[in-house]
């Protein structure tokens, strides 16, 4: 039986929250619990469930740089793609 490796999500908002328990279920030998909440919101969800057996957590952005501040297992940061930079960009006509 292959090992597991159990990664604790902390995703900035929902639809990324979603797409990385859909690329989860691509591998079988990974199992991801996954959490909604950015910045302050994240680092407490880290701190919270961290100790729970986790092999590292998945974040991205500011939320990852302030995880890796009080995380006491591996962080790796999702980079920034082209989406997020068009995305931006459309919200600014919102303002």
């Known amino acids: 039986m292959k090992r597991k490796y159990r990664i604790l ?13 859909t690329a989860a279920k691509k591998y079988e030998e990974i199992e991801i619990t996954a959490y909604t909440g950015n910045l302050e919101d994240g ?3 880290a701190i919270q469930y961290m100790n729970q057996k986790f092999d590292l957590i998945l974040s991205r952005g500011g939320t990852a740089e302030m995880i890796r501040e009080v995380a006491t297992i591996p962080v790796v940061e999702i980079p920034i793609s082209i989406n997020d ?5 459309l919200l600014l006509d919102n303002l």
Not at 9 to 21: C, D, F, T, V
Request: hydrophobic share 55%; net charge positive; proline share 5%.
């Open 9 to 21: 999500g902390i995703a900035p908002y929902l639809n990324l929250k979603n797409a990385m328990i």
């Open 43 to 45: 680092v407490q969800l």
């Open 85 to 89: 930079i068009l995305r931006a960009t």
